[in-house]
């Protein structure tokens, strides 16, 4: 069987002509060729007709396209190989240039990197594809001379070996930028970035910063509202306590007068006589009598309570003041736990009770006002837990605390 192809004894790689042949020796140096029955991979891309040679050009070319199914055509365009040696350079088929005179440039293939070369060829690349690819990308890299195939492998020549005229020192096509332009580029990408970085830094500092400006508003708004508030309810407490001793003076005076008046009468003198200036007195009383009754507040009651509690007991302060101390830490308990049952409960039968409130008229009463029932025939005081109410509960303390810390409270 005549050949099909010649095979480089050096190297293994298959040609498909002379002329490919000739091409391998002058870049390899390899001299040991041979006619061999195994033909030229044709693999041909089912979706567009690209001839591919190899496996890796198949790879390329599928990763390039995304095309995957390739017909082998490899025995339909196997022939025997011809040895004759072609003419360097043929003769022009029309009339010869007036420039050009009698003579015939003698055209060779163009000096790549052989190591190159190599590695482009132990990926599979016919020799012819891998010159052509070193010679137009520049002679510069593996990575170059594959991304010039990628880019040309429709070119109808790309299979050709490439040819200069051997008089004439062509130097090859410089790539599209040379080394130091490459690093040049490279390091004017690296100073994009690297400002690109320090903006985006930038950036996200000012965001941050915004970030912390408006938390810190947020704190120091909540933190005015809540001192707004506790002034607010400092204010309603000097208030209450001033009311409290506008009252307690009232009642004083009141007293004196009446004091006065006991005394007169014992000795024997008429009443006295109401004073030009105190006119006006009867009219306001009669205005304040004309006006509608409002029913006393709950706070109002619980402060009723603990001031009968104290006039009642007014001759024992320690006594007076333990109660209320005792009621506010009941009151206190149920309010911080209003689920536990233990804190809603008091035996009213204990003894420790009894000395402390039970006994004590008015104790009882401001229980009761906070919600406390009597239950199991009046043994224990017991606080349902849907009707505990928070708003009670608090009224409760701020009278119990006002109690205690003034000392014109329940005076009379």
């Not at 049952?341 to 009761?368: D, Y």
């Not at 349902?384 to 005076?411: T, Y």
Request: hydrophobic share 35%; glycine share 4%.
């Amino acid at each position: 069987m005549a050949g099909v192809s010649l095979k480089c004894g050096d190297c293994g790689a298959l040609l498909k002509s002379v002329e490919e042949a000739q091409g391998h020796a002058e870049l390899t140096s390899h001299s040991n060729f041979s006619e061999s029955t195994e033909a030229v991979l044709n693999l041909v891309c089912s979706t567009c007709g690209k001839p591919c040679r190899s496996k890796t050009e198949t790879d390329l070319h599928t990763k390039r396209t995304g095309h995957t199914e390739f017909v082998d055509k490899t025995l339909e365009t196997a022939k025997p190989i011809s040895l004759e040696v072609p003419k360097v350079a043929a003769e022009s088929a029309g009339a010869p240039d007036a420039t050009t005179s009698n003579q015939t440039e003698e055209m060779i293939v163009p000096e790549v990197d052989k190591k190159i070369l190599e590695e482009l060829e132990a990926m599979g690349f016919p020799t012819a594809r891998a010159t052509r690819a070193l010679h137009f990308s520049g002679n510069t890299s593996v990575e170059a001379a594959i991304n010039w195939v990628v880019e040309h492998e429709d070119d109808p020549e790309i299979d050709q070996m490439p040819l200069v005229p051997i008089n004439t020192k062509v130097e090859a096509p410089k790539p599209t930028l040379t080394p130091e332009e490459v690093r040049l580029k490279a390091q004017e990408l690296k100073e994009r970035a690297r400002k690109k970085k320090e903006e985006e830094e930038k950036r996200m500092e000012r965001e941050r910063e915004k970030e912390r400006i408006r938390v810190g508003k947020e704190l120091l708004e909540a933190k005015r509202i809540e001192e707004e508030n506790e002034r607010k309810r400092l204010l309603a407490l000097r208030k209450a306590e001033k009311e409290e001793e506008r009252r307690a003076r009232e009642k004083i005076r009141q007293k004196l007068e009446e004091d006065k008046a006991e005394r007169r009468r014992k000795l024997g003198l008429p009443p006295e006589e109401p004073s030009a200036a105190k006119p006006s007195a009867p009219v306001i009383e009669e205005k304040k009598s004309s006006l509608p009754v409002r029913p006393a507040t709950k706070a109002e009651q619980m402060r009723e309570c603990l001031r009968s509690l104290k006039q009642n007991h007014k001759e024992d302060d320690a006594k007076v003041k333990r109660a209320f101390q005792t009621l506010l830490t009941y009151i206190g308990n149920v309010a911080k736990n209003p689920n536990e049952e233990k804190f809603r409960k008091i035996r009213a039968t204990n003894p420790s009770f009894q000395e402390r409130v039970g006994a004590m008229k008015g104790g009882l009463e401001f229980l009761e006002l906070c919600g406390f029932e009597k239950v199991e025939g009046g043994e224990f005081l017991f606080l349902p837990r849907d009707k505990v109410d928070m708003a009670v509960l608090n009224s409760a303390g701020s009278e119990l605390d006002s109690a205690i810390k003034n000392p014109f409270f329940g005076i009379l």
